[in-house]
């Protein structure tokens, strides 16, 4: 079982993307579904965290207001909308599912070590 993560691209500063996270089972039971992102050099960090139940969201600061995070209608399917995307948005971005509960989600965000199920990543290209 593995999320598979898709709608990456290139795009221009100031562009739009929609990523898709899609769990290769329905039958994966998770609280949590987190967003990351790696740069070339970088440390893997958190983007975004949604919760399943109530949809409740957290964004790290650095996309606070240019991100969306949603659930899908299907089960086990999330987005990451992506507007106004800037050259340092560029990286490979991952989602994964953190089970358990009790936490906020912006909690649950910092616990990148606690996830599982991580796909391949999608890459995220923004430039001129």
């Known amino acids: 079982l593995q999320f598979v993560e898709s709608g990456g691209g290139s795009v221009q500063p100031g562009g739009s993307l929609r990523l898709s996270c899609v769990a290769s089972e329905d039958t994966v039971d998770y609280t949590y579904i987190g967003w990351y992102r790696q740069a070339p050099g970088k440390e893997r960090e958190g983007v975004s965290c949604?919760?399943?139940?109530?949809?409740?969201?957290s964004y790290a600061a650095f996309v606070e207001g240019r991100f969306t995070a949603s659930r899908g209608h299907a089960k086990n399917t999330a987005y990451l909308q992506m507007n106004t995307l800037k050259p340092e948005d560029t990286a490979v971005y991952y989602c994964?599912?953190?089970?358990?509960?009790?936490?906020?989600?912006?909690?649950?965000?910092?616990?990148?070590?606690?996830?599982?199920?991580w796909g391949q990543g999608t890459q995220v290209t923004v430039s001129l």
């Open positions: 949604i919760r399943k139940d109530d949809g409740e969201t």
């Open positions: 994964a599912a953190l089970h358990g509960g009790g936490l906020t989600p912006r909690q649950a965000m910092g616990m990148m070590l606690l996830y599982d199920h």
